[in-house]
């Protein structure tokens, strides 16, 4: 395990100051709080190396209110690539280097990436051969077990697969080291080329760096010079002109230890270090080496010290096999190639060149997982050999096939988002052409690229059928017998996406239909004239039967129309308000809580491509109409099915993504709508009808007071279409309560009060953040009576509020704050006044129980400081997501108030 540096050893080599804890996933920089199963404790010193905003990431310490940045590690320099930090304790990360790895970050702008750091030590070789040697004994213990045990144990496999996961993630990433050692030309991490090599000496080190000066900044590849022995591999960094670390990553095999070359930083003049030679097997400790061709063996060094074989043996292919599959399956990172495409049209494509023999079986093979693009096609278009193969990398399955000598095409679930894709062709003549591997957001190309978005493929294989020699030179995309066109093609390692063992379909299918999920994708018109939709380009055959299945719920329209004017050609119109269907093919079902399945049943005419259009409609008539840019429909899932196939649509239950395309002002904003849930509409469940306080609502006279969130249109109008109710809005932007410090106008929604209609029955007052964030009105304390304060403030204008609509009911909605990127009007900030904003929370609840006035905690909506980003548009302001949160949970407020007579005379 490698040890924290001394002080000037760490002035030397870019070492921070060690410290006590480093996080393992997104946190919240403020407060006491666990780190790693830890408590942290004030003062303590922690890596943060996790945060979904990259920008947030570094070394900070911890206080009882917020944490700011470390004094060592607050400046570009002091985070510069190469600077590594030693953790402390914690139940992960503990005795853990990491290291920083972007060049030169401008803290608070530019993303700061943090990773484990290879350790210069062999104690790390040991843990992973004794880990190796684990998992060798594993497998040797199952190839023991009897197939009747075998059959037994199957039974029990569903009960365990919560365990299994668990085991197959430790195999995966156990095996994975071998993987790693064999591709450092088999020395190190394990697997040793002989075993004299395993029992030797190898570079597991250097002594004290002498720095040098006038080297190229970077890090580069270590090159060896003298000694006796090979194999030695390692990198060394460049700061500032000067040496400052040396990473070994294999240590080879050496009776007389080599020297340091640091030539590849052109200009670095007098730097040096001593090779440090350790054993690189002790004893007790196993290693794999080739014992023929193909064959790994297990060996065992005893006293002497000398190898022991073991007798287990292990094809290195296979080996290697398993490795991936254990690896994907567990949704661990590997290391893969990335397909990036071109901006502007393209179609981005990786190929090479082959002759086909006339009378060959030829399997064209790629593993790929989606990324930003999930439509992978194989294709060669030479006479003899022609076929076109598309995939979905997202559903799964293959999306279309085409092409005179395409015999089958097939796709393969290899774990975690990976498939293996692939087409069999019967070659009719001799032709050579290119083998192409293209990919695409839905299928159609050439499309318009953005420059950023691709895929992730893991190799291209042309073989022929039976056997498993590749006719390509590699099967690595990144390969140069591989031409690349509109497309990049770069080394890099798949997501982390750890892959839980699935709920069985029915449990699944029940668990969505009782409690409900946020799934649905929500439609919205333009604002102006113009044809409101979203589609997929589809191609289809005359004669094709074609199915196409949508569920959806109404918003603020109802009417959803399904057309298109080409191949498939129908026109269906879906009320879904009343849940009535028109148009030949049509047909709609009930499905709950106002969400229908609307179906179109259609028989293709034509051999031809199509656009399925989804449609927004307004109240009466069709395309074109006047939107006003917010009001539209609910899609969760829309499936395209060709002969009773599978879906082919890319991302079925996000309409929002590049897959669809959308008519020019539409929009798409997913997650904003609860699909089904039946225990949310109790009517469903049968049996008597249940009053949740819906029915007291409807109609009522509702005055909304409050700032820019009130006003804007966020909650308010979201609020009265989920109520009935009928909302007069006197919400003023940037208002306050009271007196303001500050230069905005004082007092703005204090004089509204005098509008309110005198027949209101429920005033709704929402004090709003600027009180403590942009007038830093001064809080004062209870007693207070007047507007000069925020306690004095919400008193006085409860009793005007009283004055002017005496028979209302006064509901009070609490502030809530602003996110961590708000100047203002977020907590952990100290106002001008001295406050924070805590405190101006604490007086808005405290004044309501005192008044006697029901208080909805906007804050227990989930919506706050720690969500900026999922529920509001500028770290303050509600977007859609979070303007739909906010009304859904105060409706379910005040229908809970109705229900206790909280509302009534």
């Known amino acids: 395990m490698a040890r924290p540096a001394t002080a000037a050893v760490r002035l030397l080599t870019g070492e921070r100051e060690p410290v006590r804890l480093a996080t393992t996933a997104n946190t919240l920089l403020r407060g006491l709080q666990t780190i790693d199963g830890v408590p942290c404790e004030v003062g303590d010193r922690v890596l943060v190396k996790d945060q979904a905003d990259q920008r947030q990431n570094g070394i900070y310490t911890v206080s009882e209110g917020e944490w700011f940045r470390a004094a060592d590690a607050r400046t570009a320099r002091t985070l510069q690539k190469g600077t590594t930090v030693h953790t402390q304790v914690g139940s992960v990360n503990a005795g853990r280097v990491f290291e920083f790895s972007a060049d030169e970050p401008l803290v608070g702008s530019d993303a700061i990436t ?181 064959v790994l063996g297990l060996y065992n060094v005893t006293a002497g010290p000398v190898a022991m074989d073991s007798g287990i043996r292990a094809a290195t292919s296979a080996l290697l096999s398993n490795m991936d599959s254990l690896t994907m399956i567990a949704g661990l990172s590997i290391p893969t190639a990335r397909f990036t495409e071109a901006a502007g049209s393209v179609s981005p494509s ?164 009782v409690n409900g999920r946020m799934t649905a994708s929500k439609l919205v018109e333009q604002s102006g004239s113009g044809f409101p939709s979203v589609w997929q380009p589809r191609n289809v055959t005359n004669g094709n039967t074609v199915e196409i299945k949508v569920i959806a719920k109404k918003a603020e329209r109802f009417r959803l129309n399904l057309f298109s004017n080409a191949g498939a050609i129908y026109d269906c119109t879906f009320n879904l308000d009343l849940g009535t269907a028109s148009g030949a093919g049509a047909t709609i079902a009930a499905l709950g809580n106002g969400w229908y399945e609307c179906t179109v049943n259609v028989t293709a005419i034509a051999t031809s491509g199509m656009n399925p259009q989804h449609r927004i409609y307004p109240a009466s008539g069709g395309h074109p109409y006047v939107g006003g840019g917010v009001s539209g429909l609910y899609v969760q899932r829309s499936s395209f099915r060709i002969n009773g196939g599978a879906n082919v649509n890319l991302s079925s239950e996000d309409l929002s993504t590049s897959s669809w395309t959308k008519s020019v002002g539409a929009t798409v904003t997913p997650n904003a709508a609860l699909y089904l849930g039946l225990l949310s509409d109790p009517t469903n469940l049968g049996g008597d009808p ?16 409050g700032s820019s969130i009130t006003i804007g249109a966020y909650y308010a109008p979201l609020l009265a279409g989920q109520t009935g109710m009928i909302l007069t809005n006197l919400g003023v932007s940037g208002s306050a309560l009271g007196l303001s410090t500050t230069g905005y106008p004082s007092y703005g929604m204090s004089n509204r009060i005098v509008d309110i209609p005198a027949d209101t029955e429920l005033v709704t007052l929402e004090p709003g953040p600027n009180a403590f964030g942009a007038q830093e009105t001064p809080l004062g304390a209870f007693g207070d009576t007047t507007y000069a304060t925020h306690y004095g403030s919400l008193w006085a204008a409860c009793v005007a509020i009283r004055a002017q609509a005496p028979n209302t009911k006064i509901v009070m909605i609490g502030t809530y704050s602003g996110g961590p990127g708000h100047a203002t009007h977020r907590v952990g900030r100290v106002n001008g006044q001295g406050n924070t904003m805590d405190q101006f929370f604490e007086a808005e609840r405290y004044m309501a129980h005192a008044l006697g006035i029901p208080f909805i905690d906007i804050s227990q909506s989930g919506m706050g400081y720690i969500t900026s980003t999922l529920y509001m548009s500028d770290e303050l302001h509600p977007n859609a997501a979070g303007s739909l949160r906010h009304a859904t949970y105060a409706a379910e407020c005040l229908r809970q108030m109705a229900r206790r007579d909280l509302l009534g005379a």
Request: hydrophobic letters at 45%; charged letters at 10%; glycine letters at 12%.
């Open 114 to 294: 943090i990773a484990p750091s290879v350790p210069p030590d062999i104690s790390e070789v040991v843990d992973e051969v004794e880990s190796l040697r684990d998992e060798a004994q594993v497998l040797k213990d199952a190839t023991e077990a009897s197939a009747g045990q075998a059959a037994a144990s199957a039974a029990s496999s569903i009960a365990n697969a919560g365990q299994t996961a668990a085991d197959v993630a430790t195999t995966a990433a156990n095996l994975a080291s071998a993987q790693a050692a064999r591709d450092a030309s088999l020395y190190g991490k394990g697997i040793f080329p002989t075993t004299a090599a395993a029992i030797g000496f190898g570079v597991v080190g250097s002594g004290a760096i002498t720095a040098g000066a006038g080297g190229t900044n970077g890090t580069f590849d270590l090159a060896f010079t003298g000694g006796a022995g090979s194999g030695a591999a390692g990198r060394f960094v460049v700061a500032g002109g000067a040496l400052t670390q040396i990473l070994m990553t294999a240590p080879g095999s050496y009776t007389v230890a080599p020297n340091f070359s640091f030539a590849a930083s052109a200009g670095l003049a007098g730097a040096s270090a001593t090779a440090v030679l350790g054993r690189n097997v002790d004893v007790g400790q196993y290693f794999w080496t080739e014992v023929s061709n193909g």
């Open 350 to 513: 990786v190929y090479r060149s082959h002759s086909f023999a006339s009378g060959d079986m030829i399997e064209h093979v790629v593993v790929a997982k989606a990324g930003e693009r999930s439509a992978l096609q194989l294709i060669h278009n030479g006479g003899g050999a022609a076929y076109i193969a598309n995939f979905n990398l997202e559903e799964g399955v293959v999306s279309s096939t085409s092409g005179a000598n395409l015999v089958s095409a097939a796709v393969t679930d290899l774990g975690s988002g990976w498939y293996e894709c692939k087409a069999v062709v019967l070659v009719a003549a001799n032709v050579t052409n290119n083998v192409q591997a293209r990919m695409s957001p839905a299928g159609a190309l050439p499309y318009t690229g953005d420059g950023t978005s691709g895929m992730y493929v893991r190799s291209i294989v042309l073989r022929k059928q039976g056997l498993t020699a590749n006719l390509f030179p590699s099967s690595d995309p990144i390969n140069a017998a591989f031409t690349e066109q509109n497309v990049t093609v770069s080394s890099t390692t798949s997501p982390n996406e750890p892959s839980l063992a699935s709920l069985l379909p029915l449990v699944k299918q029940l668990d969505v239909t």
């Open 690 to 705: 249940y009053d949740d306080g819906s029915a007291a609502l409807v109609g009522k006279k509702w005055t909304a007071l």
